[in-house]
């Protein structure tokens, strides 16, 4: 277990990571140990505030067997059967990043223009009131027609 003021380092480190990563740094997550880690679908990230690691869990050994080799630039610190962790002490590159990304199941995180904002701000605001379609169906009118045709 780490010291508080190393873990707010950690913290500070794994955020240089994400921008790195071109991931949000809203993946970084505290563990039951009080760790931070960048968690992804099928994998995690932690470090030691000089070294950063990447715990993959690969289902089968031919999945454990492809990971390694496209992390091939990265040091094995522990190899499993199915799973392991690879560690480096840099920085990715655009390229690596793609490939770490993928590996552990993370999404790149989305780049929104001014007029993408507005967009999104200004959805709601002119929303139907009338019916479902542009053709103005009345559902309680349909509830009415059903009931008298059965009745025939």
């Not at 031919?62 to 630039?73: H, V």
């Not at 007029?115 to 103005?136: C, D, H, I, P």
């Amino acid at each position: 277990m780490r010291a508080q003021q190393d873990r707010s380092e950690d913290k500070k480190y794994l955020n240089k990571l994400c921008k790195a990563l071109d991931i949000s740094s809203k993946r970084m997550k505290v563990d039951e140990c009080g760790d931070w880690n960048i968690v992804g679908v099928r994998g995690k990230i932690n470090t030691d505030g000089n070294t950063w690691y990447v715990f993959v869990n690969s289902e089968t050994s031919r999945k454990w067997s492809f990971t390694k080799k496209m992390l091939d630039w990265m040091k094995i610190h522990i190899d499993g059967d199915s799973e392991g962790v690879l560690k480096l002490n840099r920085m990715p590159f655009r390229d690596e990043a793609r490939d770490i990304r993928k590996v552990i199941g993370l999404r790149p995180s989305t780049k929104l223009t001014e007029e993408g904002r507005a967009l999104l701000k200004n959805r709601f605001k002119n929303a139907y009131t009338e019916g479902v379609s542009a053709s103005r169906i009345d559902l309680n009118r349909l509830e009415v027609d059903k009931y008298q045709n059965a009745r025939k």
